[in-house]
T-cell receptor, first 106, second 114 residues
Framework: KNEVEQSPQNLTAQEGEFITINCSYS?????LHWLQQHPGGGIVSLFM???GKKKHGRLIATINIQEKHSSLHITASHPRDSAVYIC????????FGTGTSLTVIP | NAGVMQNPRHLVRRRGQEARLRCSPM?????VYWYRQLPEEGLKFMVY????????ESGMPKERFSAEFPKEGPSILRIQQVVRGDSAAYFC????????????FGSGTRLTVV
């Protein structure tokens, strides 16, 4: 069993839709990260959370420490949001989810 | 603030050669993580270093791979006698815990073994 589970694995949405990606983890953590990786590109850190909720533009990330669960929301999705979104948790080492591949269709 | 610098961006090595990947952490960051992404796979932790110390190398292959983070200079991930299966993207990330927790990824080194 992976320490970090993401769902869904793949997601296709129409432009403008509200998107949610979920992440559950099974280890103790000091922080949780949401990362974005474009095809062939590097990795961009979107959020780092240890509690509560953060918002940056159209992106919102929440975490529930008791339930060991986090969600990444994208409001008013756009084709440029198409990428792989990765949840990673930082405990005694780093554990990565397998990623959610998002495609936003115009 | 140049961020985490990795070089080279792309590296081609023949089987049996050595590969050296460099990672310069952000200013003020004294912790470095290396991880790799094999083709069509997710990211995997390799090693966690602080200056002059290996903290956790549980993700490193037992042979041919080594890492260091000297007092001065970048962190180095060294792969000896590379094989085709070493072809991957290798990323590093640096962070600090105080005064503000911060974590930054490098743009990666793409190693191709031919």
């Amino acid at each position: 069993k992976n320490e970090v589970e993401q769902s869904p694995q793949n997601l296709t949405a129409q432009e403008g839709e509200f998107i949610t990606i979920n992440c559950s983890y099974s280890v103790g953590i000091s922080a949780l990260h949401w990362l974005q990786q474009h095809p062939g590109g590097g990795i961009v850190s979107l959020f780092m959370l240890s509690s509560g909720k953060k918002k940056h533009g159209r992106l919102i990330a929440t975490i529930n420490i008791q339930e060991k669960h986090s969600s990444l929301h994208i409001t008013a999705s756009h084709p440029r949001d198409s990428a792989v979104y990765i949840c990673a948790v930082h405990g005694n080492q780093f554990y990565f989810g397998t990623g959610t591949s998002l495609t936003v269709i115009p | 603030n140049a961020g985490v610098m990795q070089n080279p961006r792309h590296l081609v090595r023949r089987r049996g050669q050595e590969a050296r990947l460099r990672c310069s952490p952000m200013k003020g960051h004294s912790h470095v993580y290396w991880y790799r992404q094999l083709p069509e796979e997710g990211l995997k932790f390799m090693v966690y270093l602080q200056k002059e110390n290996i903290i956790d190398e549980s993700g490193m292959p037992k042979e041919r791979f080594s890492a260091e983070f000297p007092k001065e200079g970048p962190s180095i991930l060294r792969i000896q006698q590379v094989v085709r299966g070493d072809s991957a993207a290798y990323f590093c990330a640096s962070f600090r815990e105080w005064p503000n927790y911060g974590y930054t990824f490098g743009s990666g080194t793409r190693l191709t073994v031919v």
